[in-house]
């Protein structure tokens, strides 16, 4: 899979989802950069660690935003990013430490998601934010 570009199309217009987004695509890279490079398990495991706490430090922020401005879409929103985190913490971490196919899939997997989540669900709420005054 080529790296995942941070590019104009996926900037919604609010300063802290967009910036959040470039640190959680940012994360998702170096993931894949560990990979490539053929890291130890331990610094393997280690980064993508980091990009998990991030995804989870992401959708809590973002559901703090969208109870800040009473989003009418947040329960539905919010289920969104509970069963993707319980689906991305089912995939076996100790695996891909030791099977890069399975950290390649895992990748995949999230990469696809979050880039059609952001066009889709964050943008409908970054829509909403933005009608409320937020930027
Ligand atoms: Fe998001
Ligand atoms: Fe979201």
Same mark, same amino acid.
């Given at each position: ?10 900037? /919604? ?7 959040? +987004? ?10 894949? *950069?560990?990979? %490539? &490079?053929? @890291?130890?398990? %331990? ?8 990009? $998990? ?8 922020? %973002?559901?703090?935003? $969208? ?11 919010? *289920?969104? +990013?509970? @069963? ?7 995939? *076996? $971490?100790?695996? $891909? ?6 950290? &390649? ?6 990469? *696809?998601? /979050? &880039? ?14 933005? %009608?409320?005054?937020?930027?």
């Amino acid at each position: 899979m080529d790296k995942f570009v941070f590019d104009d199309s996926l900037r /919604l217009g609010i300063t802290l989802i967009d910036e959040q +987004h470039g640190r959680f695509i940012g994360y998702i890279n170096d993931t894949w *950069d560990a990979l %490539e &490079r053929g @890291d130890s398990k %331990e610094e393997f495991l280690h980064i993508l660690n980091q990009l $998990m706490d991030y995804v989870v430090e992401h959708f809590s922020d %973002e559901e703090a935003l $969208m109870k800040e401005f009473d989003y009418p879409g947040l329960a539905e929103h919010r *289920d969104k +990013h509970s @069963d993707t985190t319980d689906e991305l913490f089912g995939f *076996d $971490m100790k695996l $891909m430490g030791d099977d890069p196919e399975a950290a &390649r899939s895992f990748l995949n997997f999230l990469t *696809d998601w /979050l &880039r059609n989540h952001i066009n889709v669900v964050d943008r409908e709420l970054a829509a909403y934010l933005k %009608e409320k005054g937020c930027s």
